[in-house]
C-alpha cells in the first residue's frame, strides 16, 4: 500500500476516533446528568422536610401555649375560690385584681393559641404543595433517568459498532504512521489529523508555508504542523 493510501487510512481512521472521543465524553457525561437531576430531587425533598420541621415546632409551641392556658385557668379558678373566704374588703380587692391579672395573662396566651392554629394552616397548606411538587419532581427524575439510561446504551452501541470498524482500519494501516498518530491522538484530546483550511492549519490556525502545503500535496510522508504537531493534510 502506499503512503498517500496510507495517509488517507489514517484521515478515515481520525473521522471514525473523532466519532469514538465524542461518544466517549458523552457517556462519561451521563452520570453528571444523573446526578443533577438527583440533587434536584434532593433539593425539593428537603425543602418538604423543612416545612414539616416547621409544622411540628408550631405544634410544640402551640401544645406548650395551652399547657400554659390550662395553668392560668386553674389559678383563675382557685383564686375564685377563695374569694368566698376572705373577709376584709381591702383583701377582696386585691384579690379581684389578681384575678383580673390572671385573665389578662390567659387572653394574650389564647391570642398565641390562635395565631398558631393560623400558622399551622398555612404550613399545612405549604406541606401540601411541597409534597406535590416533590411528586412531580420524582415523577420528572424517574422519566429523565429512564431518557439517560437509553441514550447510555444507544451510545454504548455505537461506540461498538464503530469500534470494531476502527480495530480493522487499524489493523491495515502501517506501524509507524499508526504509532505517531495515536500518539498525537491521545496528547491532542482526539484530534490527531486536520485538514488544510486556505494557507492554515485547521487545528491551530496558524498560516503555514507554501512549501509546507507543497509537501502536504505530494503525499509522500506525513507531515506536522509546526505550532500544534497535529497532522496536516488537504482535503480533495
Known amino acids: 500500500m502506499s503512503k498517500e493510501e496510507q495517509i488517507?487510512?489514517?484521515?478515515?481512521?481520525?473521522?471514525?476516533?473523532?466519532?469514538?472521543?465524542?461518544?466517549?465524553?458523552?457517556?462519561?457525561?451521563?452520570?453528571?446528568?444523573?446526578?443533577?437531576?438527583?440533587?434536584?430531587?434532593?433539593?425539593?425533598?428537603?425543602?418538604?422536610?423543612?416545612?414539616?420541621?416547621?409544622?411540628?415546632?408550631?405544634?410544640?409551641?402551640?401544645?406548650?401555649?395551652?399547657?400554659?392556658?390550662?395553668?392560668?385557668?386553674?389559678?383563675?379558678?382557685?383564686?375564685?375560690?377563695?374569694?368566698?373566704?376572705?373577709?376584709t374588703n381591702k383583701e377582696y380587692q386585691a384579690m379581684e385584681h389578681e384575678i383580673a391579672s390572671q385573665k389578662a395573662d390567659a387572653s394574650v396566651i389564647e391570642e398565641d393559641i390562635l395565631r398558631f392554629f393560623d400558622q399551622s394552616d398555612e404550613c399545612a397548606k405549604r406541606v401540601a404543595q411541597q409534597k406535590e411538587a416533590l411528586a412531580q419532581e420524582r415523577k420528572k427524575f424517574d422519566e429523565q433517568k429512564q431518557v439517560v439510561d437509553k441514550r447510555a446504551k444507544e451510545i454504548e452501541a455505537s461506540l461498538a459498532q464503530v469500534n470494531a470498524q476502527r480495530n480493522e482500519l487499524a489493523h491495515k494501516a502501517d506501524k509507524e504512521f499508526l504509532a505517531k498518530y495515536e500518539r498525537i491522538l491521545h496528547s491532542k484530546d482526539g484530534i490527531a489529523m486536520v485538514p488544510v483550511e486556505g494557507d492554515a492549519c485547521g487545528g491551530c490556525n496558524i498560516n503555514l508555508p507554501p512549501q509546507v502545503i507543497n509537501e502536504i500535496r505530494m503525499n509522500e510522508d506525513l507531515i506536522f504542523c509546526g505550532n500544534c504537531a497535529r497532522i496536516l493534510y488537504i482535503e480533495e
Do not use: C, H
Not at 30 to 44: G, V, Y
Open 8 to 87: 488517507k487510512m489514517l484521515i478515515q481512521l481520525q473521522k471514525l476516533d473523532s466519532r469514538i472521543f465524542a461518544a466517549k465524553k458523552e457517556l462519561a457525561n451521563q452520570p453528571l446528568i444523573i446526578r443533577a437531576l438527583e440533587e434536584e430531587f434532593k433539593n425539593t425533598e428537603a425543602g418538604l422536610k423543612s416545612v414539616e420541621e416547621e409544622q411540628k415546632a408550631l405544634a410544640i409551641k402551640r401544645k406548650e401555649r395551652e399547657s400554659d392556658l390550662q395553668s392560668k385557668e386553674d389559678a383563675i379558678k382557685k383564686l375564685q375560690a377563695q374569694l368566698y373566704s376572705i373577709k
